[in-house]
């Protein structure tokens, strides 16, 4: 699962007061926020890659039969390796996430400390664009880590003595549907990304059209 679309929040501002105006509060902001989530971006790399191996394992998987059980259930406890390491690397994400999200009552406080209608209008439309996209990152990490339970309940069955083969196909097909769940999240996910990048450009072209 790819979930990567990487919002470049730095602005570089050419006008210097000592007192910051509104634009650049926000661009400040957004700065500190595109900050926190460096543990976020720095995960996906090592997260892709470790989903390419545990699926590459998987099909390896599915070609062995019960009689080759030694070799399956080493398969099997390294899949559930790499799947334990894919959580960690999720949590690690969700961490940086979350402390950037946080970061967003600042944007709050600038809306509720800002006087200009036009410039409380475009923040609030900010604001409104972050928390969209930190809310379907939520969703998409529920349904992410509901797909990785489910396909630790399949690891498990392949090794049992007692699974029979429909049991199997079953829970394969469950997985393949949660899949699919997760493919749509990602891919809203991305959608609210670009959303969000097209709305911090509106945003800072009308401060610059206000002046």
């Given at each position: 699962?790819?979930?990567?679309?990487?919002?470049?929040?730095?602005?570089?501002?050419?006008?210097c007061?000592?007192?910051?105006?509104?634009?650049?509060?926000?661009?400040?902001?957004?700065?500190?926020?595109y900050?926190?989530?460096?543990?976020?971006?720095?995960v996906?790399?090592?997260?892709?890659e470790?989903?390419?191996k545990?699926?590459?394992?998987?099909?390896?998987?599915?070609?062995?039969?019960?009689?080759?059980?030694?070799?399956?259930?080493?398969?099997?406890?390294?899949?559930?390796?790499?799947?334990?390491?894919?959580?960690?690397?999720?949590?690690?994400?969700?961490?940086?996430?979350?402390?950037?999200?946080?970061?967003?009552?600042?944007i709050?406080?600038?809306?509720?400390?800002?006087?200009?209608?036009?410039?409380?209008?475009?923040?609030?439309k900010?604001?409104?664009?972050?928390?969209?996209?930190?809310?379907?990152?939520?969703?998409l990490?529920?349904?992410y880590?509901?797909?990785?339970?489910?396909?630790?309940e399949?690891?498990?069955?392949?090794?049992?003595e007692?699974?029979?083969?429909?049991?199997?196909?079953?829970?394969?097909?469950?997985?393949?549907?949660?899949?699919?769940?997760?493919?749509?999240?990602?891919?809203?996910f991305?959608?609210?990304?670009?959303?969000?990048n097209?709305?911090?450009?509106?945003?800072?072209?009308?401060?610059?059209?206000?002046?």
């Amino acid at each position: 699962m790819k979930y990567i679309v990487t919002v470049s929040l730095v602005l570089l501002l050419s006008a210097c007061s000592f007192r910051e105006n509104t634009e650049e509060k926000l661009s400040n902001i957004l700065t500190e926020i595109y900050n926190s989530e460096s543990d976020y971006r720095d995960v996906q790399l090592e997260l892709s890659e470790t989903e390419k191996k545990e699926q590459a394992n998987f099909q390896s998987m599915m070609e062995l039969t019960k009689d080759q059980k030694e070799k399956l259930t080493k398969q099997v406890e390294e899949n559930a390796n790499l799947l334990e390491k894919r959580l960690e690397l999720v949590k690690k994400e969700s961490a940086s996430i979350k402390k950037a999200s946080e970061k967003m009552v600042d944007i709050d406080t600038l809306i509720s400390n800002t006087k200009d209608d036009s410039e409380k209008d475009n923040l609030k439309k900010m604001e409104e664009a972050l928390k969209n996209r930190y809310a379907a990152y939520d969703a998409l990490t529920e349904q992410y880590n509901n797909l990785a339970n489910l396909q630790d309940e399949l690891y498990n069955m392949l090794i049992e003595e007692d699974s029979e083969v429909k049991t199997i196909q079953d829970k394969v097909a469950e997985v393949n549907e949660q899949n699919e769940v997760v493919q749509k999240a990602v891919e809203k996910f991305n959608e609210l990304t670009t959303q969000l990048n097209q709305v911090k450009e509106k945003v800072f072209a009308s401060f610059e059209e206000d002046k």
